[in-house]
């Protein structure tokens, strides 16, 4: 049976606006992430504390907290370090989220680490989050395949996510990160990483949608017994580390697929709309998902 209710973490202003190359100004993201929560959005991940220069749209990150207010504080940031946790601590910030690589390539791509490296600098990070009662999700990249690799051992996916939750995250996001997984492939590495002692409600999936698989791989993953799902308004999103990563799954696609199943999830749907069309219009450029654009006055 399906659970009567999921949880939807909305990443759009973190994973959807990390990749857009034109400077979106800080009260224009502040605006966005308000109007996500006033959309029923229980969790909006609102930036990262990562290097300014590796991801310039989000260097104005403690500006953006700062217009956010006491509301910023419980929102979820990214942090890759102790210097991102510092920023973050400064800020009040009471949920971060580190981010793991299954791959070689991908942490020294995206993290300028090895594999193994990267254990030590998330090691320490994680450790002082805890110790200062923050909340600490790991996600995991390239866990479908990999675009200088190519396919990724689910053995190898696992072992990655176990070592993650073992430092001290409460929460695994297995990311798609470019979008090539199939509903066959999230059975079985769900089912693998329930094997090695992570069961359904530690787990969170995270689908970028490149060959338009998102939506049917979260309807696999919520009939395994998944309830947390990443996705992103307006299918905004993308990787600019990541070679041929495009959007994550709109949220917008993922809410009618849930109240077509009766499932609740707490969204507005015509103001998440909203929402992404007043988005596309910042951007310049409509939103590539189909239910923003079916439910678009022509
Ligand atoms: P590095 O160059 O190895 O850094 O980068 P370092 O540790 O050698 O430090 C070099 C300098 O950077 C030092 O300054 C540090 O203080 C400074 P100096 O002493 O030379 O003056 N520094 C920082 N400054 C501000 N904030 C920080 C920070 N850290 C160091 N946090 C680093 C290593 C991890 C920092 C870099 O590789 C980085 O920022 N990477 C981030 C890449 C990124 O944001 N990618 C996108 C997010 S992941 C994603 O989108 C996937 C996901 O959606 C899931 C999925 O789809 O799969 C989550
Ligand atoms: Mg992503």
């Known amino acids: 049976a399906l659970p009567d209710r999921v949880t939807i973490y909305e990443v759009g202003p973190r994973d959807g606006l990390q ?3 034109a400077l979106v100004p800080t009260p224009t993201k502040a605006e966005f992430v ?3 929560l006033a959309a029923g959005l229980p969790v909006v991940e609102a930036t990262s504390f990562v290097h300014p220069r590796w991801v310039p749209q989000l260097a104005d990150a403690a500006e953006l907290l700062g217009e956010l207010g006491e509301a910023g504080r419980d929102l979820p940031v990214l ?3 102790e210097r991102g946790l510092d920023r973050a601590l400064e800020l009040g910030c009471r949920h971060v989220a580190i981010f793991g690589s299954a791959t070689e390539t991908f942490a020294q791509r995206n993290l300028n680490r090895s594999l193994d490296e990267q254990f030590a600098m998330f090691e320490p990070t994680v450790a002082r989050a805890r110790e200062h009662g923050l909340d600490v999700r790991a996600y995991v990249s390239m866990c479908f395949g ?3 690799e190519g396919d990724v051992a689910i053995d190898q996916v696992v072992d990655v996510g ?4 073992d430092l001290g995250a409460s929460q695994l996001s297995l990311g798609d990160t470019i979008g090539v997984g199939t509903a066959g492939h999230v059975r079985r590495l769900l089912t693998a990483f329930n094997e090695a002692g992570l069961p359904d409600d530690v787990l969170a999936v995270h689908f970028h949608d490149t060959y338009g698989q998102a939506l049917t791989n979260a309807h696999a993953a919520l009939e395994h017994g998944v309830t947390t799902f990443d996705a992103s308004a307006g299918g905004l999103g993308g990787c600019p580390y990541a070679e041929s990563a495009t959007g994550n799954l709109a ?3 993922l809410v009618w697929l849930l109240q077509g199943l009766g499932v609740e999830t707490g969204v507005d749907l015509a103001a998440l709309v909203e929402t992404s069309r007043w988005m596309a219009g910042v951007l310049g450029r409509p939103s590539p998902s189909r239910v923003v ?6």
Do not use: G
């Open 19 to 21: 990749n857009e190359s």
């Open 34 to 36: 308000r109007r996500l």
């Open 79 to 81: 942090v890759p370090n």
């Open 146 to 148: 990999d675009p200088w």
């Open 162 to 165: 176990r070592r993650l939750v």
């Open 251 to 253: 949220t917008e696609d």
């Open 293 to 298: 654009q079916a439910l678009s006055p022509a």
